[in-house]
């Protein structure tokens, strides 16, 4: 089997050539990426023209499959070192794969414990996130790295945030978001 990664517009697919594969097909897996399988005679020009015709169904796939992950289990309580170690696995890798999906960039991320607000982004593009947000599920924290990815395009809380937000929020519902987070307060500690 021969492997490589095919770069074509804002994609990143895995090629995976086989001396038996019939026909051209393309995977979406749950993490997003994208894997096309072709026989090994199959050229560049037909694999481009494939992912060509495709491409709508492979960006709407992707965003499908990166957002509609299971929930996550509830904290009835929770230790601090616990959340660090479960923020620190989790959101570097998610927050990466927000921005990859809407072509933003951060110069560095850094997971605090504020207790006070769930995230920050300066305007030298450092990103930081509280370890807290492990509290919210994954629709809630979505929201939270996408409130923060959004600062690198609009420094404020102006209409165009807002708007810019609601865009790249797969329901459209920032507001419904808003009020079950503020619903949620970081519980003290005992
Ligand atoms: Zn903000």
């Not at 996408?146 to 809380?157: D, R, V, Y």
Request: with cysteine; proline share 3%; net charge positive.
């Amino acid at each position: 089997m021969l492997k490589y990664v095919l770069k074509y517009k804002d994609l990143s697919l895995t090629v995976k050539k086989y001396p038996v594969s019939k026909r051209m097909r393309l995977i979406v897996h749950r993490n997003g990426s994208v894997t096309l399988t072709c026989h090994t005679r199959t050229s560049k020009k037909e694999i481009e023209k494939f992912i060509e015709i495709n491409y709508l169904w492979i960006l709407e796939t992707v965003k499908k499959n990166v957002y509609l992950q299971p929930v996550r289990e509830s904290f009835e309580s929770y230790d601090i070192k616990d959340l660090k170690k479960k923020a620190a696995l989790y959101i570097p890798e998610r927050l990466g794969m927000l921005a990859r999906l809407h072509n933003l960039e951060y110069t560095e991320l850094s997971i605090g414990s504020a207790s006070t607000k769930w995230g920050s982004c300066s305007r030298d593009k450092r990103i930081r996130i509280s370890c807290y947000v492990m509290l919210l599920n994954k629709e809630q924290i979505d929201y939270v790295l996408l409130h923060e990815l959004c600062h690198l395009i609009h420094f404020n809380h102006s209409a165009a945030f807002h708007e810019r937000l609601n865009q790249m929020l797969p329901g459209h519902n920032e507001k419904q978001l808003v009020k079950e987070i503020r619903k949620i307060s970081i519980p003290r500690r005992k």
